[in-house]
């Protein structure tokens, strides 16, 4: 089992009769994913590359059983369309679109308080589980089923660290891009809860970056839980340049929660193997699992 | 997107928020002009630039008598202004506010931002405003009191009350603040805000707020919404170069070193930067292009590389992938060498998309590039190229 998705994950896809939507859910289909329908408003009724297209996700819901929704609906109206999966009770709804206001993904948060579902991102990459779905828009071709499940902020680092993690000789359970935006669904440590508890996964890799808190949370987790499965992890940007700070804001509420040597050095605290450089995360995990065995 | 003062004053006034009476000015002759209408005694002369700090870089100052403004406006503008939050060589001062004195009695410090943690709107508040706030909170020095605030509907009167009453508000002025904590908080969601800074926000000795400086910064994703507000950018105050790479859908960081970092995604291009580092290396600049680059965009990010004389290699990190492919960056890299015409040395690592079409790409173009089969390869054999060594 992977996390998150199944062989039984049926997917619709809100905004799917765009550019973007068009082009990934081809490529979705492509690799062996059932996507079931399309929703855009205006357009219910139409067919749109061999798929149904329904006006609301309700409808659409209703109509084809979907279980999973991935957004392609640009910023302007990306969060009304997130928010109408979670009133539709989707289970799972990971968003693409990039740039999405952030009053908005608050709007989005407070709509998933109390709620049955699960968002990943927006900003996302999507959630990838090698060999049964593809719910997103990575690159695929170097992933191959296996027992590292990977978190990450980075969309093309993950793909950077899939390759390794093939190149030696393991496999993905499942990778899983949270977004690379400030406000957003599911953290870091929500999809190293849901690694920790499947059985198919061995071992746990995180990628994150400086900013922001979710890498001290999920340091702050592991020391409680105390994980059997390694985890490794790597965040980057120890040598960004220090951006202009604006007012005192930043001070007041951050409190050194976002440096990169500061996140590194409370992981590793809490248990996890840091990997010294990007290059090494594949060599760094398959160390770490053949000494667990 | 950043505001001037002015500019967050004039928005906010429409929220009720007390300001000093003040106007903008242009030359000496404009800043007179004011005071005279002003009519009290000091005036602030404040330079309008996108940086804090202004007053320990002398950017704002007291000013008695129109003929003084006169002459305090005079030695500003015009004149670069270097403060602890600009780049060493400072902003031009193109415009001064000039505004009325208000006599303090007390100072506050107030401010509205997204908590990331709880994924909503917060206001802080510390009774001890004014300069030097971010010194007293890192020797923990600083009382801070904070109240999440809805986004949806107005905030809870007595929550208000308590918080303010918590920064030494009482009576009339606590019900002042009130108004003016949901009048700012009002304007932070119409007006799509990432932060908005009252520091200090002045209790005067009859007991009147009034903000006297004013900070505040707009969601750049949500310009969408606010036209009118879009056009208040000072464009003539944005970096040229991340103007430009703004327009052509990339990330672009100026830094001083001598090797010219490429990268698709923000968390490849830190990482890159990390590696150059850890080899020895200075990087030039940090450059990602976004997914929703095309190869044209692209070329103009390549041609501010190639504009910088200090760089002395490139190296292009590229894991193709999602929505952007290695041939669209080999061209985009084609594109911008033919236009330049400088030779220069290219340590190359392709992966994943389209990673093979990208080689042949390149070939086409004439480009003589280093392959390096992986990033820490590609790292070690920049550094060692730009140090003369390879």
């Known amino acids: 089992m992977a996390i998150l998705l199944d062989r039984d994950t049926r997917v619709l896809c809100q905004g799917m009769t765009g550019w973007a939507g068009t082009h990934h859910v081809a490529q979705m289909i492509e690799y062996g994913t059932q996507v079931v329908a399309g929703v855009t408003p205006g357009k219910g009724g139409r067919t749109h590359i061999g798929l149904p297209v329904y006006d609301r996700v309700a409808e659409a819901k209703a109509a084809t059983g979907a279980n999973a929704s991935i957004v392609f609906v640009p910023p302007a109206n990306a969060a009304a369309a997130m928010i109408e999966a979670i009133e539709a009770e989707i289970p799972l709804i990971v968003a693409v679109t990039e740039r999405v206001p952030v009053l908005d993904m608050i709007r989005v948060r407070d709509a998933l308080k109390g709620a049955g579902s699960r968002l990943v991102g927006a900003n996302s990459q999507g959630v990838l589980a090698p060999g049964i779905c593809k719910l997103g828009v990575m690159a695929t071709g170097s992933e191959r089923p296996g027992g590292v499940g990977i978190v990450s902020r980075s969309a093309s680092l993950t793909s950077e660290v899939v390759a390794q993690v093939t190149e030696a000789g393991l496999g993905q359970s499942t990778t899983v891009g949270v977004g690379g935006d400030p406000v957003h669904g599911m953290s870091m440590r929500d999809c190293l809860e849901l690694f920790l508890a499947d059985d198919e996964t061995k071992g746990v ?89 | 997107m950043r505001l001037h003062e002015f500019q967050a004053k004039r928005l906010l006034a429409d929220y009720g928020l007390p300001t000093p009476r003040g106007a903008v000015a242009f030359t000496p002759d404009e800043a007179e002009a004011i005071a005279r209408d002003l009519a009290v005694s000091p005036v602030a002369v404040k330079a309008q630039v996108l940086a804090g700090d202004r007053l320990q870089a002398g950017g704002v100052r007291m000013a008695h008598g129109p003929a003084t403004v006169r002459s305090a406006a005079a030695a500003m503008l015009g004149q670069r202004l270097a403060t602890a939050q600009t780049e060493d060589d400072g902003l031009i001062v193109r415009r001064v506010y000039v505004e009325e004195g208000v006599a303090i009695a007390r100072q506050l410090y107030l401010t509205l931002l997204i908590d990331l943690r709880t994924a909503g709107l917060v206001v802080l508040g510390s009774p001890e405003g004014g300069e030097g706030i971010e010194e007293r909170e890192r020797k923990g020095e600083l009382r801070c009191e904070r109240l999440s605030l809805p986004i949806a509907r107005p905030a809870d009167r007595s929550e208000l009350s308590g918080f303010l009453a918590r920064l030494g508000l009482e009576g009339p002025t606590n019900e002042a603040g009130c108004d003016l904590v949901e009048g700012l908080r009002r304007a932070f969601v119409e007006l799509d805000a990432s932060l908005i800074e009252i520091n200090p926000l002045a209790v005067t000795a009859s007991g009147e707020l009034k903000a006297i400086d004013v900070k505040m910064t707009l969601d750049d994703n949500a310009l969408f919404r606010h036209p009118e507000l879009a056009s208040l950018r000072d464009e003539a105050e944005a970096e040229r170069l991340k103007l430009s790479a703004h327009r052509n859908q990339l990330n672009f960081v100026q830094l001083d070193g001598d090797i010219g970092l490429v990268s698709n995604g923000a968390g490849l291009g830190l990482a890159t930067l990390d590696m150059v580092h850890r080899a020895g290396g200075r990087p030039a600049n940090f450059m990602d292009i976004r997914t929703t680059a095309r190869s044209l965009d692209i070329a103009h990010g390549f041609a501010l590389l190639l504009d910088n004389p200090k760089i002395r290699t490139l190296l292009i990190n590229v894991h193709g992938g999602g929505m952007q492919s290695c041939d669209t960056i080999a061209e985009g890299l084609g594109i911008a060498l033919r236009k330049s015409g400088r030779k220069l040395p290219i340590v190359v690592r392709l992966a994943g998309l389209n990673a093979d079409l990208g080689r042949y790409r390149l070939a086409n173009f004439g480009c003589h590039v280093i392959e390096a089969p992986d990033m820490g390869a590609a790292a070690e054999r920049a550094v060692a190229v730009a140090a003369g060594r390879a």
């Open chain 1, 205 to 293: 890799v995180l990628i994150g970056e400086i900013g922001g808190f979710e890498e001290q949370e999920v340091a702050d987790y592991m020391a409680e839980a105390k994980p059997a499965k390694p985890v490794v992890a790597l965040i980057v940007g120890t040598h960004a340049p220090r951006e202009r700070r604006m007012g005192h804001a930043g001070a007041l509420t951050s409190a050194a929660t976002g440096d990169a040597s500061a996140k590194a050095a409370a992981l590793e605290r809490a248990g996890a193997r840091i990997a010294g450089s990007a290059h090494l995360v594949g060599r760094t995990i398959a160390e770490a699992l053949s000494r667990a065995r």
